[in-house]
C-alpha cells in the first residue's frame, strides 16, 4: 500500500505509466504529469479552482463544432499555437524563409482566381491597397508560377463569412506569380477585428482585462512544387494592436506598411505594400501546423 505525499505521488504516476509502448508517448506524458503537479504545487491549487478547470475545459469542448474549434482558439490566446509552430518551422529545412504566422479559422479552400493586377475585391469598398512583389527560394532565385492564397477582412474588420451570405466568397483569392516569380494584386485596406468573444475563451479573455484584437492583417499561403507551403500573414504597423495581437501572430519581418512612391511599384497612384516571399525547400521533415482550422489540422507523418 502506498502513502503518498505532495512530492511522492508524481513518481508514482510517472512509475505507473512507465510500461507505456510508445516511447514518444511516454515522454510527453511524464512531463506533462511533472508540469502539471508542479503547477499544481506551485499556486496550492484547491479543490473548488480545479473543478472550475474543469467546468472551463468541459465549456470549450462543448463550444466546438465542425466550423467551430474553440479549443485551438485557447492554444492561440495562451501563445501555445504560436510556440508549437515556431519550433516546427526551425525544424526540416535547410534554410530560414519568409516568418510564418497563424491561419486561422477563415481560410477557404477554392477562393477565385484573380489574374495579376487584379483586385481581392467584389464590390467597390474601402480604400484600395496594392500588394506585390516577388517569390524566390533562400539563394534569392526566382519560383516561377507559385500559387498564392490571400485572404483578409474588409474596411469594416468582417470577413466575407461574418460580412454576408457565406456561399458568396470576397476579400479572398487565388493569384499564380509569373515566370520571373513577380505577383501584384489590388485589395481594400483591411481593418483590424476581435477574435470570436461568445463563447469561454472569450469569457477568459475579458476576464484578465485583454482587448481580444487581432491587428489589421492580409493572410497568404504560397505553394510551390518542391518547397514547403508558406502560411504567413502581413500586419499593417499603423494598427493601435500590432503590438499586442491578442493571439500573438505578429512578427516584426511581417509588419508593412504602405507608402505612396515605391519607384518599382507596377501600378501607380494606389498606397502599395512591396513585400517579397523566401520559401525554403521542403527536407524531409512533414507534419502539420496549429491552425484554427479543423479542416487543416494535417497529422504528422
Ligand atoms: C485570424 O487571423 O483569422 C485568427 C487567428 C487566430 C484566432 C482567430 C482568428
Ligand atoms: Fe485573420
Known amino acids: 500500500m502506498q502513502d503518498l505525499d505532495v512530492n511522492e505521488i ?23 504529469v511533472r508540469h502539471m503537479h508542479a503547477f499544481a504545487r506551485e499556486v496550492q491549487l ?17 463550444m466546438c463544432s465542425p466550423i467551430r474549434q474553440e479549443f485551438i482558439l485557447l492554444s492561440d490566446v495562451l501563445g501555445l499555437s504560436r510556440l508549437v509552430n515556431v519550433m516546427h ?8 524563409g519568409t516568418e510564418t504566422s497563424l491561419l486561422g479559422p477563415f481560410f477557404r479552400e477554392g477562393a477565385p482566381e484573380v489574374p495579376l493586377g487584379g483586385t481581392l475585391a467584389r464590390a467597390e469598398g474601402g480604400p484600395e491597397i496594392l500588394m506585390f512583389g516577388r517569390i524566390t527560394d533562400t539563394e534569392g532565385r526566382a519560383i516561377p508560377h507559385a500559387v498564392i492564397d490571400l485572404w483578409q477582412t474588409n474596411a469594416e474588420g468582417l470577413y466575407d463569412l461574418q460580412a454576408h451570405d457565406p456561399s458568396e466568397m470576397d ?9 520571373e516569380g513577380r505577383y ?7 481593418l483590424g477585428y476581435s477574435i470570436p468573444m461568445d463563447g469561454p475563451v472569450g469569457e477568459l479573455v475579458r476576464q484578465q482585462a485583454r482587448h481580444g484584437f487581432r491587428p489589421a492583417h492580409i493572410h497568404i499561403l504560397i505553394a510551390a512544387p518542391g ?14 494592436h500590432v503590438d499586442s495581437d491578442t493571439v500573438f501572430g505578429v512578427s516584426k519581418s511581417l509588419v508593412v506598411t504602405t507608402s505612396d512612391d515605391l519607384p518599382d511599384a507596377p501600378m501607380k497612384g494606389v498606397p502599395a505594400i512591396r513585400y ?9 521533415e512533414a507534419g502539420g501546423r496549429v491552425g484554427s482550422d479543423p479542416s487543416r489540422l494535417v497529422p504528422a507523418g
Not at 512509475?15 to 506533462?32: C, F, K, S, V
Open 46 to 62: 484547491t479543490p473548488d479552482e480545479w473543478l472550475k478547470g474543469i467546468a472551463f475545459m468541459t465549456a470549450v469542448g462543448q
Open 276 to 284: 517579397d516571399f523566401t520559401l525554403s525547400r521542403e527536407s524531409g
Open 227 to 240: 518547397f514547403r507551403e508558406l502560411v504567413t500573414a502581413l500586419y499593417l504597423g499603423d494598427d493601435e
Open 184 to 190: 501584384h494584386v489590388r485589395t481594400e485596406r483591411p
Open 89 to 96: 518551422d526551425a525544424k526540416g529545412r535547410e534554410a530560414a
Open 10 to 32: 508524481t513518481d508514482a504516476v510517472i512509475a505507473q505509466m512507465a510500461t507505456t509502448p510508445d516511447p514518444r508517448l511516454r515522454e510527453i506524458m511524464e512531463a506533462a
Open 171 to 179: 476579400m479572398r483569392g487565388r493569384i499564380r506569380c509569373d515566370a
